[in-house]
């Protein structure tokens, strides 16, 4: 199956893999992860924030992790956000919560913002817009093709 996403990597000539899984797989990272053979960290977990001024941003973390909220209130530069809720996902990237690419559906000025826990990892597994279809992309690949920020999202700070 020909999607968006893949028509956009190959529009940049950014070389990436595809790969499928059973539709019938249950949710989650951690269970992407156990059907295809990769790390939970790996699979990135694509989140829509809500700012204070109503400003929506994507935020990528593998899927081992959690957003600390004051990193990522700095990184936003907003005391207020929240996650966006599913009507707001859907309505601004065009996908339902679950397997949203990472790319493709941002208009331009559209905040993406990747944790740089994820640069530690040589591939990375995003959705690719249809659950049962995973993207295997190098993380400076999926920094290229989101326009991504990358900050420290998801490690306290000593």
């Known amino acids: 199956m020909d999607l968006p996403a893949h028509q956009f990597l190959d529009n940049l000539g950014i070389r990436y893999r595809r790969l499928e899984f059973s539709g019938e797989t249950d949710k989650g990272a951690a269970n992407v992860a156990q059907v295809l053979g990769f790390e939970e960290g790996q699979m990135v977990k694509t989140l829509v924030f809500r700012t204070g001024l109503g400003e929506l941003?994507?935020?990528m973390v593998g899927g081992d992790r959690h957003v600390i909220s004051g990193q990522l209130k700095r990184a936003l530069g907003s005391r207020n956000i929240s996650l966006?809720?599913?009507d707001s996902v859907l309505e601004a990237t065009g996908y339902a919560i679950g397997s949203i690419p990472p790319f493709h559906w941002q208009p331009p000025g559209f905040r993406s913002l990747l944790d740089s826990a994820l640069?530690?990892?040589p591939e990375l597994g995003v959705g690719a817009g249809?659950?049962?279809n995973e993207i295997i992309i190098t993380p400076n690949d999926l920094i290229s093709?989101?326009?991504a920020?990358?900050?420290n999202l998801t490690r306290r700070e000593s």
């Open 57 to 59: 941003a994507l935020v």
């Open 130 to 132: 249809v659950w049962g």
């Open 149 to 151: 920020e990358v900050f």
């Open 119 to 121: 640069t530690e990892y």
């Open 145 to 147: 093709a989101s326009g």
């Open 84 to 86: 966006a809720q599913p």
